[in-house]
């Protein structure tokens, strides 16, 4: 029982210290562990079939809009990351150095990289001749290294795990409406398979990736009002193409530049799930991306017939979703609690009586709800509760979300719904560098985007300045 | 037609220049490209779906066995590294070191992993306690590093992509048995996916792995009648867990140190494809691992009925093969020999009369045979031939290898085989390493394996000082 009691109080309370309730879940979810290599995770079982399940859906909708996956190398020559001025700028502070190969010293050093624009640009060079070999629309699914110096599992971290897609088209529209698209694929996959509602829209020239000419974002407000960037993409223009010299031959016999993007999804979306719908008992999975969705637990399973039942049922329900079942010899209360704690979508409670009486207990980890179903029909009840709860967690989702969206019209406004009211904050902007620089100097708040579907004029003025306002913006704290 | 022509000529003759055949092959079927990164690959869209397919397929036998995957640091701290004697032996002058973060110095320099018995034994350490926590049997897919001299596409390469599985056990049987387990999973996988013949064995303690007690292969036989060990397998014993402190109360109440294992199989592999099938046209796929199985080839586009009839051709065979279909404005020359180079198993050739009469012709990649068939029964067709040929290439492949071994009783033998008759050389060994050692210096001639399933004693003397012999040993040159 000493082992029970603790499995239960692993968790600290969300309302009592929410970064402390993130660290006890993704480490008593079994979804991490600390390592001897600072700053860097292991992934462990349950964290990394995630993942995969991550990896599996999102390559799914890559690969129906045309992309392919290669792979580059993981070291990026420093003559090679210098070629594009903002980039290097971006990026040369937090990268890991190589500067030893084997026992000799290397004529150039070579940096581990933090992300991949410049190595396919030197690759798209060679590859690109004519409009002929035009759009390349490549990804690669790999590892990448920022050498950050706090870090949080999943959300920031010093070496990640992600995506990062790089493609070359022959006009500026082509580039445009890939950027738009991919954007449109990651808040797609956000809401149908992760439950997470998003805000897409533009970041600021402040915010924008090193190198882009604009970038675009999916925005997710986690429970304690934060807010999370899980996805970004980005259009370049034909900068790098003129930096790294990448050059086609067109219909109409002109040597014309390549206009490029990038857009990348990592293992932060982890971080999304766990703080948008986990609770204090740890972990809560949507359905679609749970690596086990039903856990069955018989109960008493020395009694007759338990086990025999258990096994048939984990059998039916396996022909409908991702089951498993315990048969570990711990007791029914220890099994349901690991169970929550994984945050495993459904529970299925199975004791002598509901043998004997041909039924069985559903018991979802969002709701708690409880219902008896029949043996006979438990597979295809579960199919529909499963279905059932992927919808309902993001209507919750979305739910808290709308309910902590606040306008501010001045700094007096904004202050206070900083301070008092922690959600999304919609303000006007002059488009000055400045009042942003300010918003988050004095209160901490960063501009997370101009929304493509919110355009509502809220005030004449700009929330900070008092000048003529040009754009609503969704401001907020964030991770 | 100039560009026609160069397509052909792009390849040299296997019989004139092997290893540049080789290259040749590697790059026009548009698998790799070189970079500006010394010594590593672009994986290009053709070599990256061979790698996905072999990924889903060694991945889903893996996960048959109980195999967990996780993922763990690339980077590895010197002292962590240095932990295992002959392991750090092994490794250090091969390994590539990061010794600056952002713009700091470390204060310990981390190695790019060129493997991570060290990192997962770092990890086991915590995560084992108990019997209860045992068997760990985890696998990452991940690339590692090593700083190679001499570099060929696929086969040595600094950077690599590969799986390292990683297991901790209990007893030393169980151990034992998950080494060998694993190995014939290799073998398996090898023989039935990529139609390859694999010899199994043993390494002789100059060529196991640095830090196991034994380790296992896979060996295999190319074109040129050279070896190519094609995944390992190593059981540690307990010399990691006692170097690293991995330590679990066993049910007797004692405290005893864990036996680990760990195999590995790398996109090495692919260069086993290429050498064992190819030939003076290009790459030459096992349909069961091929990325495009069909591919389906209009002649004369414009002419009425023909895209109509192709189009639906290509899907019906999308019901049984992963099809495609040449709509390019290239000649239908052109367009053969491009599916040739890439390798793809059938090619479904039809014109203006086949498509007026109702067929097609199948033409397949290995043997060239062509027949035709009706467009009613073409999927069905295609579907038995895609499954003949891989059968096909199998036994010819093993007829080949077969057909490639030879028997040596002393030196001389030994030298006018590895003279003049490439291929594996039976010869008796007394189990000296300074006999292998003069082998290997004097006629760059490696033990292989001690073969598993070849038991015969040819000699009752050693081939190389004529001393008592042993146990019957595979020699060869390798790559």
Redesign the interface.
């Known amino acids: 029982m000493a082992k029970e009691k603790k499995l239960v109080e692993q968790i600290t309370s969300m309302e009592v210290d929410f970064a402390k309730w993130y660290t006890d879940v993704v480490k008593n979810a079994g979804l991490i562990?600390y390592?001897?290599?600072k700053g860097?995770?292991?992934?462990?079982?349950a964290g990394?079939?995630l993942?995969?399940n991550i990896q599996k859906e999102l390559d799914r909708r890559f690969k129906e809009t045309g992309v392919?996956?290669?792979?580059?190398?993981?070291?990026?020559?420093e003559s090679?990351l210098q070629k594009e001025k903002d980039h290097v700028e971006g990026f040369a502070?937090?990268?890991?150095?190589?500067?030893?190969?084997?026992?000799q010293p290397l004529q150039e050093r070579?940096c581990?990289r933090p992300t991949s624009e410049t190595?396919f640009c030197?690759?798209y060079k060679?590859?690109i001749q004519s409009y002929r070999d035009l759009p390349k629309v490549?990804n690669q699914w790999?590892?990448v290294?920022r050498?950050e110096k706090e870090t949080r599992p999943f959300l920031r971290s010093?070496?990640f795990?992600w995506q990062e897609g790089h493609t070359a088209h022959a006009t500026e529209e082509e580039a445009e409406e890939r950027t738009v698209q991919m954007l449109n694929v990651y808040a797609d996959f956000c809401e149908e398979e992760l439950a997470i509602p998003v805000i897409r829209g533009k970041k600021t020239d402040k915010e924008k990736f090193a190198g882009a000419n604009s970038t675009y974002t999916i925005e997710a407000l986690m429970h304690d009002g934060k807010a999370l960037q899980s996805g970004t993409s980005h259009n370049f223009g034909d900068g790098f193409a003129q930096a790294f010299g990448i050059q086609f031959l067109d219909r109409d016999n002109q040597l014309k530049y390549v206009h490029q993007t990038s857009w990348g999804v990592s293992t932060r979306i982890i971080g999304a799930i766990i703080m948008v719908h986990g609770d204090d008992s740890g972990l809560v999975l949507p359905p679609r991306i749970a690596p086990v969705q039903v856990m069955v637990v018989p109960i008493r399973q020395d009694a007759e017939g338990v086990m025999e039942a258990a096994e048939k049922l984990t059998a039916s329900i396996s022909a409908v979703a991702r089951a498993g079942i315990d048969r570990t010899d711990k007791s029914p209360g220890y099994k349901f609690a690991e169970a929550e704690i994984r945050g495993i979508p459904l529970r299925v409670e199975i004791g002598p009586k509901d043998a004997e009486q041909g039924k069985c207990v559903l018991v979802r980890r969002d709701t708690r709800e409880k219902r008896e179903v029949s043996l006979e029909t438990a597979a295809a009840e579960v199919e529909k509760e499963l279905q059932k709860m992927q919808a309902e967690m993001f209507e919750r989702a979305k739910k808290h979300r709308d309910s902590h969206i606040f306008d501010a019209h001045n700094m007096d406004e904004l202050k206070d719904i900083a301070e008092n009211h922690p959600g999304f904050i919609r303000g006007m902007w002059c488009g000055e560098t400045a009042c942003e620089e300010k918003i988050k100097e004095e209160l901490a708040v960063t501009s997370r985007c101009e929304p493509f579907h919110d355009k509502e004029q809220i005030a004449q003025t700009c929330v900070c300045c008092g000048k003529p306002a040009k754009k609503l913006i969704y401001w907020g704290k964030a991770y």
């Not at 502070?93 to 026992?103: D, I, K, Q, S």
């Open positions: 562990d390592t001897s290599v860097c995770m292991v992934i462990k079982p990394y079939a993942w995969e392919e996956n290669v792979y580059l190398p993981m070291f990026i020559p090679l502070p937090e990268v890991a150095w190589v500067t030893h190969g084997g026992l070579l581990v190595l030197d690759f060679n590859e490549y790999c590892s290294v050498w010093r070496e795990l």
